[in-house]
Nanobody, 125 residues
Framework: VQLQASGGGFVQAGGSLRLSCSVS????????MAWFRQAPGKEREFVAA???????VYGDSVKGRFTISRDNIKNTMYLELNNLKPEDTAVYYC????????????????????WGRGTQVTVSS
């Protein structure tokens, strides 16, 4: 299984970005997919997740600003980032987890089996 996040970049506060996560070796819609981020010197932070039933969960710091979605035909997951803030600056990762992952476990990085390279998002003030 290979995952590749892309779409990061430099943006001013208040701006928007759309991140993509391409998946190979696994049918994205059959598993739980998530976005995590990690800023320098900080622990990995849960951003959002979507399970095979398309139920979604968001971290408190991004709720109402970020939207997770997926395109089953393209086997690609997305993260729309709106109203970006400097504290959103981080490397964003898109891991893939088990077929069945309860909502309370979606927040835990260790529950995700496959991780790829992340994409850098930098928000200037």
């Amino acid at each position: 299984v290979q995952l590749q996040a892309s779409g990061g970049g430099f943006v001013q506060a208040g701006g928007s970005l759309r991140l993509s996560c391409s998946v190979s070796g696994r049918t994205l819609s059959s598993y739980t997919m998530a976005w995590f981020r990690q800023a320098p010197g900080k622990e990995r932070e849960f951003v959002a997740a979507i399970n095979r039933r398309t139920s979604t969960v968001y971290g408190d710091s991004v709720k109402g600003r970020f939207t997770i979605s997926r395109d089953n035909i393209k086997n690609t997951m997305y993260l729309e980032l709106n109203n970006l803030k400097p504290e959103d600056t981080a490397v964003y990762y898109c891991p893939s987890g088990p077929a069945s992952l309860i909502v309370s476990s979606m927040w835990t990085p260790d529950r995700y089996e496959y991780w790829g390279r992340g994409t850098q998002v930098t928000v200037s003030s």
